[in-house]
Structures are given as structure tokens and as C-alpha cells.
């Protein structure tokens, strides 16, 4: 069964950084597109960087290119995302998954929520 475990969020001023990781379970996790998606407050769920299995191939949302940098650690079952530069509409909650044309796991994990404010 594939567990997803998202943590690191935080309050965060504008304009500062935050990292939040993501522990994946229960797959192999090197052979999987991986990538972050977030749901602010009454949007729906949108994915906004996606990482290839060898870690050399990369796509972000136009919202968010040049700011966040996804990465992974293969070793350790581990999806990463730095965010910086953060801004307001960065708020939401932020969940990891399967991507790049894979159907996103039925069971997603709990998120890690993200507040940019002052």
C-alpha cells in the first residue's frame, strides 16, 4: 500500500524560504515520476513541478518557475521542494504524488500546509 507523508510546512513572511519533504512507502520509489501539487482554499488541486525518476528531467507551472526547485532523493524515498521567493498566493496545502503522464495514487497522504503572510 503506497503511503505518502508530507511535512515542513509553516508560517512564512513573504519572500522567505521554506522546504517541505515528502516520505513515500510502500513502492519503488526510483521508478516514479514524483511531483507537488497544492490546493489553496477554494481552488482545486493543481500540480505545480513534476520530477522524473532519474532526477534529470524537470517541469514547473509558469506560477512558480524560477522560485521552487523539486528534487529527490532515491535513497531515501524522498521528494523534496524548495520554495523561495514566497509569495501570498503560494498559501495552500501541499501534497506529493505520482506524475508525468502516471495516475496519481489513489490514496494521497495528508498534505503540509504553507501560510505566506505578514
Known sequence: ????????GGLVQP?????????VSGLTF???YMG????????QRELVACLSSSGLWTNYADSVK???TISRDNAK?????QMNSLKSEDTAVYYCNA?????????????TQVTVSS
Do not use: D, I
Open 99 to 111: 506524475c508525468g503522464g502516471a495516475t496519481p495514487f489513489a490514496s494521497w497522504g495528508q498534505g
Open 1 to 8: 500500500q503506497v503511503q505518502l507523508v508530507e511535512s515542513g
Open 36 to 43: 507537488w501539487y497544492r490546493q489553496a482554499p477554494g481552488k
Open 77 to 81: 524515498n524522498t521528494l523534496y521542494l
Open 15 to 23: 519572500g522567505g524560504s521554506l522546504r517541505v519533504s515528502c516520505a
Open 66 to 68: 524560477g522560485r521552487f
Open 30 to 32: 526510483r521508478t516514479y
